[in-house]
């Protein structure tokens, strides 16, 4: 039996993730975040009610169940407890079930002001990040620069550590960018003040982790963005600032590779992508506009509308092979119940080539022509179906020529935004 299961976006991110993992924390004993930010909007649909996640795992939801922040994430401290007051406030006891590593490195506002001044810098060539001060956080974590959690023990260090960081980064907001500077009281003012409350919620999350394991409990890793947006394998340099691939989960959750059992790879059953980067797929006529308006495409966290495409089984079996996808889990099928006829992306014609599988780096991916075969749409409602065999004929259809292309098996599929709204093929934790 499988124990453990790592949930992972196999596109450009806001796959569905959050509602997947919310469903399967009924199995779990722990939730676990590995990777990303505050940068990741993980949007809960229980009875008709709500709740988007940005940091907290999505298993937060479920009483009894502990949830975890894994050192692979950059944290802010002002989004950790806007986020926890809002849970609060829906009568969700967030405090008593969290715990962070020590490790996470922090996003302060000297991070989020850097990242501001370099998109505004970029112009056309913008990278299209949040604005949250994700990348320049991890670039601290890689320089070995960081303010982490575990300084929060030790003011003086703290201090000394703030003094060097807003000196450095206050040099390049004035003579790179022509930024005013940010004050380092301010920031160590800040950061003081949330010292004593975030103190009580770090512990040892890997050591936990391998103690819920070895007693029996099941572990649910939660990703954050899609692989395709992977610093290492997705659209460089439009891309995010972590690993958002399955294997990042041991490095990030701090757990040996055994303890990945079972890979769960969430798509859309077309394909959405947020910010600049190429995009083969993308549609620039009525039926993108029905995608996303159907689709409700706009981003949890930053509003930003999606950019809507056709499904591409190119991009996904890079996705596939990368992370070892065991299962398919295919959202918003009922976006396409409308159409006549649906496209389905089957490989790229790249100069004299055609190519199977998505190249790397972004601008190969900008010269790839999509080819194209057509399935007849059904034009029947989906939203909210239960069972595979009440699925009309030509969805059924379409759900086995994706899983021929790419070659896994479609294990749920989720017909609306509800925890209710799944049929379940074969269950991961079965």
């Given at each position: 039996m499988?124990?453990n299961?790592?949930?992972i976006?196999?596109?450009?991110?806001?796959e569905g993730?959050?509602?997947?993992v919310?469903?399967?924390?009924?199995?779990?004993a722990?939730?676990?975040?590995f990777?990303?930010g505050?940068?990741?909007?993980?949007?809960?649909?229980?009875?008709?009610?709500?709740?988007?996640?940005?940091l907290i795992?999505s298993?937060i939801?479920?009483?009894?169940?502990?949830?975890f922040?894994?050192?692979?994430?950059?944290?802010s401290?002002?989004a950790?407890f806007?986020?926890?007051?809002?849970?609060n406030k829906?009568?969700?006891?967030v405090?008593?079930?969290?715990?962070?590593?020590?490790?996470?490195?922090?996003?302060?506002?000297?991070?989020?002001?850097?990242?501001h001044a370099?998109?505004?810098?970029k112009?056309?060539?913008?990278?299209?990040?949040t604005?949250?001060?994700?990348?320049?956080?991890?670039?601290d974590?890689v320089?070995?620069?960081?303010v982490?959690?575990?300084?929060?023990?030790n003011?003086?260090?703290?201090k000394?550590?703030l003094?060097a960081?807003v000196?450095l980064?206050?040099?390049?907001?004035?003579?790179?960018?022509?930024q005013e500077?940010v004050?380092f009281e301010?920031?160590?003012?800040?950061?003081?003040?949330?010292a004593d409350?975030i103190?009580?919620?770090?512990?040892d999350?890997?050591n936990?982790?391998?103690?819920i394991?070895q007693?029996?409990?099941?572990?649910?890793?939660e990703?954050?963005?899609g692989?395709?947006l992977d610093?290492?394998?997705?659209?460089y340099?439009?891309?995010?600032?972590?690993?958002c691939?399955a294997g990042a989960?041991?490095?990030?959750?701090?757990?040996a590779?055994?303890m990945l059992?079972?890979v769960?790879?969430?798509v859309?059953?077309?394909?959405t992508?947020?910010g600049?980067?190429p995009?083969?797929t993308?549609?620039?006529?009525?039926?993108?506009?029905?995608l996303a308006?159907?689709?409700?495409?706009?981003?949890?966290?930053?509003g930003?509308?999606?950019?809507c495409?056709w499904?591409?089984?190119?991009?996904?079996?890079r996705s596939l092979?990368?992370?070892?996808?065991t299962?398919?889990?295919?959202?918003k099928?009922d976006v396409l119940?409308t159409?006549p006829?649906i496209?389905i992306?089957?490989?790229?014609?790249?100069?004299?080539?055609?190519?199977?599988i998505l190249p790397f780096?972004?601008?190969?991916v900008?010269?790839?022509?999509?080819i194209?075969?057509t399935?007849?749409?059904?034009?029947?409602?989906?939203?909210g179906v239960?069972?595979y065999?009440?699925?009309?004929?030509?969805?059924?259809r379409?759900?086995?020529?994706?899983?021929e292309?790419v070659?896994v098996p479609?294990?749920?599929?989720s017909?609306?935004?509800?925890?209710?709204?799944?049929?379940i093929?074969e269950?991961?934790?079965?």
């Amino acid at each position: 039996m499988a124990k453990n299961v790592v949930i992972i976006g196999t596109q450009w991110g806001d796959e569905g993730k959050g509602k997947i993992v919310d469903w399967l924390t009924d199995s779990v004993a722990a939730v676990v975040r590995f990777q990303g930010g505050n940068n990741a909007g993980h949007t809960l649909v229980v009875g008709g009610q709500k709740t988007v996640l940005r940091l907290i795992p999505s298993g937060i939801l479920h009483d009894g169940v502990r949830c975890f922040i894994g050192s692979g994430v950059v944290v802010s401290p002002q989004a950790l407890f806007e986020e926890i007051e809002e849970l609060n406030k829906a009568g969700v006891n967030v405090e008593q079930r969290l715990t962070i590593a020590p490790t996470c490195p922090l996003i302060l506002p000297y991070h989020k002001a850097l990242d501001h001044a370099r998109e505004a810098a970029k112009g056309d060539k913008k990278i299209g990040t949040t604005g949250r001060g994700i990348g320049p956080a991890y670039e601290d974590k890689v320089a070995r620069r960081a303010v982490r959690m575990i300084d929060l023990f030790n003011l003086p260090v703290l201090k000394e550590k703030l003094q060097a960081n807003v000196a450095l980064y206050n040099a390049q907001l004035q003579h790179l960018y022509g930024q005013e500077p940010v004050d380092f009281e301010q920031v160590y003012q800040e950061v003081a003040q949330y010292a004593d409350r975030i103190k009580p919620l770090i512990g040892d999350v890997s050591n936990t982790l391998y103690q819920i394991h070895q007693a029996g409990g099941k572990i649910l890793f939660e990703g954050a963005q899609g692989t395709l947006l992977d610093i290492d394998y997705g659209t460089y340099p439009f891309v995010t600032s972590s690993n958002c691939v399955a294997g990042a989960a041991s490095a990030g959750a701090g757990v040996a590779p055994q303890m990945l059992d079972y890979v769960l790879g969430i798509v859309k059953a077309y394909t959405t992508r947020v910010g600049s980067g190429p995009f083969p797929t993308e549609l620039f006529d009525e039926t993108g506009k029905l995608l996303a308006e159907r689709g409700n495409e706009f981003g949890s966290v930053t509003g930003r509308p999606r950019r809507c495409g056709w499904f591409d089984a190119p991009a996904l079996r890079r996705s596939l092979q990368i992370n070892g996808v065991t299962g398919l889990c295919i959202t918003k099928l009922d976006v396409l119940d409308t159409l006549p006829e649906i496209k389905i992306c089957t490989a790229y014609k790249l100069g004299d080539k055609t190519v199977d599988i998505l190249p790397f780096g972004s601008d190969e991916v900008a010269l790839c022509v999509p080819i194209y075969e057509t399935l007849p749409g059904w034009q029947a409602n989906t939203f909210g179906v239960q069972k595979y065999e009440d699925l009309p004929e030509n969805a059924r259809r379409y759900l086995q020529r994706l899983q021929e292309l790419v070659g896994v098996p479609v294990s749920i599929v989720s017909t609306g935004p509800d925890r209710v709204q799944t049929i379940i093929i074969e269950h991961p934790f079965a």
